[in-house]
């Protein structure tokens, strides 16, 4: 399923108050995977989590072992990590962006668009970035245009709308 035990959920932005707490930018829809996870990781630092709470759109987390300012600060700039197992429960039919990042994209008539390097939120629905040999490729994540995604095999079938791709 995933090529990794361990997923990215954010990224510190700063210290938040004098305990030692710390300011996330969470990179997912809900801070359900923070709450979840007994323990965060950031780069090769395991630290047990206290506390989670919301502070807006960001995420104030209070770790065991962090407990001043300064120390909170070591933390300033790096990446959050999660084991998968605690991400919230998917519904029938949505995957996690991490699922999809790497798999190979075809049109029905199978025809190679590239690999999904990246996926942007818009509100109304999420846009595929698309690298391959037309360049980038920019696919809406709705089902007009999205036809199957097959994780377990790696790739996902497209009928992308006319003018989605260059030069076609």
């Known amino acids: 399923m995933f090529r990794d035990s361990l997923v990215v959920i954010g990224q510190t932005l700063k210290s938040f108050g004098i305990n030692g707490e710390i300011k996330i930018r969470p990179f997912t829809e809900t801070i359900a995977a923070f709450k979840r996870s007994p323990a965060l990781i950031f780069d090769d630092l395991t ?3 206290l506390r989670v ?4 759109d960001m995420v104030v987390v209070s ?4 407990d001043t300012r300064e120390k909170a600060c070591t933390l300033v700039g790096k990446f959050v990590k999660t084991e998968v197992k605690n991400l919230p429960p998917k519904k029938e039919d949505e995957y996690y962006w991490v699922e999809l990042i790497g798999l190979k994209v075809f049109t ?3 025809i190679h668009l590239g690999e999904i390097t990246h996926i942007t939120p818009t509100g109304a629905n999420d846009v595929l970035h698309v ?5 980038e490729v920019l ?4 089902d007009d245009v999205v036809i199957d995604v097959d994780v377990s095999e790696g790739k996902i079938i497209v009928d992308p709308l006319e003018g989605l791709i260059p030069n076609a």
Do not use: A, D, Y
């Open 53 to 56: 709470r919301h502070q807006g």
């Open 108 to 110: 029905k008539e199978g």
């Open 131 to 135: 690298n391959g040999p037309s360049g």
């Open 63 to 66: 770790l065991e072992g962090i």
């Open 47 to 49: 630290h047990k989590v």
């Open 139 to 142: 696919l809406p994540m709705i």
